[in-house]
């Protein structure tokens, strides 16, 4: 727990809530009798002594002092390495050994290191347990052979010919001696690149210090910098000889280094400020002269506070040098200003005043420490630049790969408790690609199997598809010349604006001819000068899979390393990429994407909204009606059956049974079945390697058609090519740019920056009262009119998100408002029609008065810790408020419902307007009006991807880089911004780095002003509809989630109350409810803002709520809805009951399922079986009263004070 306090997580332990403890007969691996060699392990390569007793070690361990030519006698080589058993130690071993004894041994033979490699289930030889010796001069490798309970140690002789089969094959081929790492067996050809290896290739080995005196001359001469002339202990010199002091005699009392090396890391500079509680500590590095940056900062400055740089040296090696005035020593990195000014040392952001730098600093300890860039002024305008986009790509290809789901062995464990186990293993085995390109160019398609099992198929599907790329280069290259027509000549002549831009030619504006590069040469635009220079022709090549993040770049990553050329990759973690690139040559690269990343839904989902007329490129290729109606539906596979290479020669389908997922835990219908085999008889396939090929060949030809058709479908009508996108948030963004032709101006002031930042709050979601029933007269037999009549009602509002974006939003010139213009403002006077519009920090006080009123929804949601668990939760609470940033329109509805306002202490000011008005309201009427359900649904997630682009926060990408070079691998290392690395393959490194900088350019003040807006629709609904329209203590909210209510209603008659005063047709959209429902009316249909009722007018019978994301509910009808988060769906569909939620509520049980999963480790994908907690009672967002059913909001009056300790 402290080593995960220490990383930067954010976390601290609050309270441990209880201690489980499992208890098992500790079985230590002990090595004794014998165990033959297996057959697949190279014999001469180890010495196997065939001992009759348990001392197996003694005798492995002798075995390197017989004679290089053994004696083939089993019972003459034991007798002849006992009598070499003298040269060692054995004094306090037991015999069988303990694998833990080991270490005895070493102590009694001082300088002797054992190694001990195993066998993995692949046949592999790995570490077992490395000796922690230094400098060894007997260093001895055993392999350990285990067999049931039974183990057995092996004198390994020749190490290299051990490992020889799972070397890179230019090494299995070599003749010359080979030096291995003996961690990570990766071999070298020289001990020179071993050694640099073992100095720098493992993301265990620490930054070390003690420079001896080699700190850079630009850091020695600094005036404000004190570098010790003792560098062994640089950092307890640095502590000890301060600015203040010359000598350090006597000043070790005055803090522990219990911990602490004389080569001190990084992490141990974290223990020590954990066992001085006075100190904290400051490092900064270099990565040149020129450029200083954080590597880590406090977020307190305690009594002893210490600023230290860490400089690299050209070995590797890092020493600890005390600045003695950071201002001025750091002035001269960041700005150079002459006179005195005060910077943030978590930034790096200056300030001419103290006081300036304190209120800075407030925010900007709340985050990670990062040397922040913004926008220069002048140049951080927001618009549509990305003129190039607005051209389709020539060339895309489609692809995709298919496995062998080869099976894991494994033991069940216990099944009320969590676990994950491995089950399958996939192993790529045949893979399709089909490019997409201009009509003169024939499309190619490529469908391939292994040849074996032992065939790299990857390896194959890189060779093929650079050449690919290769030919789409030679076609780029031939570029034809200017052709114009007299049509075009005339058009050119006439035009008097920029197509694109709309500036008038004259002057600077030079109009030019923009032809068609590919094809006939004809006149396309016509530009300025400076558009067409941005439209400038593509150096990639998109290959797309549909669900490549997910699944196909695990496979393609690890073949990354077929060439040593560049890789740029897009990360969204460590092991999960948005995109990689694969330079080709210098003028083209390749570039892989994530169709499900553009339309989240299943291929079979797509394909199967996809009209009929637009499967141009099936129908190329299946061009027979017969054929065609066979293949444009997704495909039927039995992909667990195929476990090993040989069912691929098997002549006939598996049967029914055996096309069970267990990852959707469900098996294919009688009527999916014979349709796998009519399409078996109908193309003639001899065996399920021929069926295998149709079904891949048919799913990229399905891709194809459905992105062919979104990317038609995005160039008719939002003129952008989403091809040149790794997402469809960016699209929509400068598809919203460009429509609206706004412009928004960038924050160039970080302070506003973290302002708004701490501004955004998500979706409210919350469970205020865990269980209701309904009573009324609709329920038929089940009505109790001896009991009040109550209603249950899940309502929900029309596209929440898109009516807040048809609001106004902050547009450009911010403002920080002056101390005249906060005292004088008047909140009560502000309108959402005002084109000036503010963002204010305050200080609210939540009267006491107001707490039962405010119980089910309180205002102000704030991130805080909550008090129940000490998680970080956004949380609705009634207590008042400090330095709360907050939108003014959110703040004058809270005012106008009895909250207080104490204290306005900033403010930022703005244009605002409702420049997103046009986009939201064009996507919407273009929706009403589509024709198909593709186009539906397309219209609707342009609408709701954008507002993702509007809250992106840049602080959580990560950097990292794909590495196939060991020399930028160690330059990587060396770096004091080195975090972590993962060996994939012996030329295929992940390295990781600290962010140093992070670029600060997303017009973040939208998404805070979106979100802010869109609560108040949902407050007022609650408030200022429902309230006065039943009453406050006739309404219970039972459950919110960001968009949507669940309300228990006290009345006769929730129907006709609705119908009363026309309230349906003011406040509610009934287009849903059935026609002959007197409630029915199209007036409000899809209106942006109203509220419909979910179950269309059906009678919710009874509700339990968990937690946030985890309740149920059913209809009178019979109709059960259920809802768990992270739950898969069938899952929570087959294996999970509503009595659940309910036997887990009232009796407090849990409940566990098995779930089935894909999971990448070191983009090695397996499929998982993980016993998963699904429902549990606990929820820490509100305060449990003791019937275990209703809740209070934290502050609550009621809520005793020795509850909440």
């Given amino acids: 727990m402290l080593d995960f306090e220490l990383k930067d997580s954010g976390w601290s332990m609050h309270a441990i809530g209880g201690v489980e403890l499992r208890l098992f007969k500790y079985e230590p691996i002990r090595c004794g009798g014998y165990l033959p060699t297996p057959k697949f392990l190279s014999q001469k390569s180890l010495i196997n002594i065939q001992n009759t007793d348990d001392k197996c070690f003694k005798y492995a361990m002798s075995s390197k002092f017989l004679p290089q030519v053994l004696n083939r006698n089993a019972k003459q080589r034991l007798r002849d390495v006992s009598k070499l058993t003298s040269r060692y130690y054995w004094d306090g071993l037991t015999w069988p050994i303990n694998i833990d004894d080991l270490i005895i041994f070493e102590t009694n033979n001082e300088g002797s290191a054992v190694n001990v490699y195993t066998i993995d289930e692949n046949k592999t030889v790995k570490p077992f347990r490395l000796s922690k010796v230094a400098d060894p001069k007997d260093s001895t490798d055993l392999l350990i052979l285990m067999k049931h309970e039974q183990s057995h140690f092996v004198y390994i002789k020749d190490f290299p010919s051990l490992v020889s089969n799972q070397l890179p094959h230019s090494f299995r081929k070599s003749r010359k001696k080979l030096y291995i790492c003996k961690k990570c067996i990766i071999p070298y050809l020289t001990e020179k690149q071993l050694l640099d290896h073992s100095c720098n290739g493992y993301s265990s080995t620490p930054i070390i210090t003690g420079a001896y005196n080699k700190v850079p001359k630009f850091l020695r001469l600094s005036k404000f910098l004190t570098v010790t002339e003792n560098s062994l202990k640089s950092f307890e010199h640095c502590i000890l000889k301060n600015k203040t002091t010359t000598e350090t005699s006597g ?240 058009k050119f002549q006439q035009t008097t604006e920029c197509e694109q831009c709309h500036k008038s030619f004259g002057g600077k504006i030079i109009k030019v001819r923009d032809h068609y590069h590919y094809g006939d040469g004809s006149l396309r635009s016509v530009l300025c000068q400076q558009c067409n220079l941005l439209l400038r022709n593509t150096k990639f090549v998109p290959v797309f899979f549909h669900n490549f993040s997910g699944y196909d770049s695990h496979l393609i990553t690890r073949g990354l390393d077929y060439d040593g050329k560049g890789i740029k990759l897009v990360p969204s973690s460590t092991e999960k990429y948005i995109s990689f690139s694969k330079i080709v040559s210098s003028k083209i690269s390749i570039r892989f994407l994530d169709s499900f990343r553009f339309m989240s839904a299943s291929l079979d989902q797509l394909s199967s909204i996809l009209p009929k007329e637009k499967f141009h490129h099936m129908k190329k290729h299946f061009n027979s009606p017969s054929d065609f109606d066979l293949v444009k539906r997704k495909g039927i596979f039995c992909y667990e059956y195929m476990d090993n290479y040989s069912k691929l020669k098997e002549i006939k389908l598996p049967c029914l049974e055996e096309f069970y997922s267990s990852l959707n835990d469900s098996n294919i219908s009688p009527e999916d079945y014979m349709q796998a085999n009519i399409v078996w008889d109908h193309f003639k396939c001899k065996k399920i390697e021929d069926y295998a090929e149709l079904y891949l060949k048919t799913d990229v030809l399905l891709l194809a058609d459905v992105f062919e058709s979104f990317r038609s479908f995005c160039l008719d009508v939002y003129k952008l090519d989403p091809a040149w996108y790794y997402s469809i948030p960016g699209v ?184 997103l008005t046009s986009y939201i309201n064009l996507n919407t009427e273009l ?279």
């Fill in 732 to 915: 929509s963004l400068d598809s919203m740019l460009k429509n609206t032709s706004v412009e928004l101006e960038l924050l160039t002031d970080y302070d506003m920056y973290l302002f708004f930042e701490n501004a955004i709050r998500g979706g409210i979601t919350q469970c205020n009262q865990k269980y209701a029933e309904a009573n009324n007269k609709y329920m038929e037999s089940e009505y109790d009119d001896k009991s009040p009549s109550s209603f249950l009602m899940y309502l929900d509002a029309n596209n929440l998100y898109g009516y807040s974006m048809i609001q106004k939003h902050p547009q450009h010139s911010f403002q920080w408002m002056s101390e005249e213009e906060l005292s004088s403002i008047d909140i009560s006077k502000l309108t959402p029609e005002d084109d000036i519009g503010f963002y204010l920090e305050v200080d609210v006080e939540y009267p006491s008065s107001l707490h039962n009123l405010h119980s089910d929804l309180p205002f102000f949601c704030e991130k805080k810790k909550s008090p129940v668990s000490g998680a970080q939760k956004l949380l609705t609470t009634v207590e008042n408020k400090e330095k709360y940033i907050v939108h003014y329109l959110t703040l004058k509805q809270a005012l106008e419902h009895g909250l207080k306002l104490k204290k306005i202490h900033r403010g930022i000011k703005f244009f605002q307007s409702n420049y």
């Fill in 927 to 1205: 929706r009403k009006n589509a024709k198909d359900d593709f186009s539906k649904d397309l219209y609707k997630l342009f609408n709701n991807s954008m507002y993702g682009k509007l809250i992106e926060s840049v602080r959580k990408r990560v950097n990292v880089k794909l590495q196939t070079s060991w020399n930028n691998i160690r330059k990587d290392i060396a770096k004091p911004t080195f975090e972590d690395l993962k060996i994939f393959k012996e030329n295929l490194v992940l390295v990781q780095m600290q962010r140093t900088k992070i670029k600060f350019d997303k017009p973040i003040f939208a998404g805070a002003s979106i979100l802010d807006q869109s609560k108040n629709l949902m407050y007022k609904f609650h408030y200022e509809s429902m309230i006065p329209k039943f009453g406050s203590e006739a309404v219970n909210l039972l459950y919110m989630d960001t968009d949507s209510f669940f309300y228990q209603i006290k009345t006769e008659d929730l129907y006709k109350d609705l119908e009363k005063d026309d309230f349906h047709m003011k406040e509610l959209d009934t287009s849903d409810y059935p026609q002959n429902h007197f409630l029915h009316s199209n007036n409000n249909k899809k209106v942006l803002g109203m509220f419909k009722d979910e179950l269309c007018g059906e009678v919710m019978k009874e509700f339990v709520g968990l937690a946030s994301k985890l309740y149920s509910f059913t209809t009178v009808k019979g109709k059960v809805v259920k809802k768990a988060k992270g739950v898969k769906k069938n899952v929570t569909k087959r294996q999970i009951s509503f009595e659940d939620y309910k036997r887990c509520l009232l009796e407090n049980k849990q409940l566990y399922r098995k779930m089935v999963n894909f999971k990448s480790t070191n983009h090695n994908i397996e499929t998982t079986c993980t016993n998963k907690l699904v429902l549990n009672n606990f929820d820490d967002k509100r305060f449990l009263l003791q019937n275990g059913i209703n809740t209070l909001p934290f502050g609550h009056i009621d809520i005793p004070v020795e509850r909440m300790e």
């Fill in 251 to 490: 000043l070790e009392k005055n803090f522990t280094f219990k911990g602490i090396s004389d080569n001190t890391t990084l992490k141990e500079i974290n223990v020590f400020e954990k066992n001085n509680a006075n100190v904290s500590i400051n490092i900064f590095g270099f990565e040149n002269k020129k450029n200083v940056v954080i590597l880590k900062a406090c977020q307190k400055e305690k009594e002893h506070h210490f600023d230290l740089v860490l400089s690299m040296i050209d070995t590797g090696v890092h020493h600890y040098s005390y600045i003695t005035n950071f201002s001025k020593f750091i002035n001269r990195f960041i700005n150079k200003h002459k006179g005195t000014i005060y910077v943030c040392k978590m930034c790096f952001s200056s300030f001419k005043f103290e006081n300036n730098l304190l209120k800075h600093r407030e925010l900007c300890k709340l985050e990670k420490p990062v040397i922040a860039v913004l926008p220069e002024p002048g140049k951080n305008i927001m618009k549509f630049k990305n003129i190039q986009n607005q051209e389709r790509i020539p060339f895309a290809i489609y692809a995709d790969f298919e496995c062998l789901l080869k099976k894991v062995d494994a033991c069940e464990p216990c099944p009320e408790k969590s676990f994950t186990l491995t089950t399958h293993k996939h192993i790529p085995f045949s893979f399709a690609y089909y490019v997409v390109g201009p009509e003169d160019v024939e499309n190619s398609f490529v469908v391939y199997t292994a040849k074996d099992e032992s065939e790299d198929v990857v390896e194959v599907f890189f060779e093929k598809l650079v050449e690919e790329v290769k030919q789409i280069e030679a076609y780029y290259e031939k570029q034809v010349p200017l052709n114009l027509s007299p049509a075009d000549e005339i």
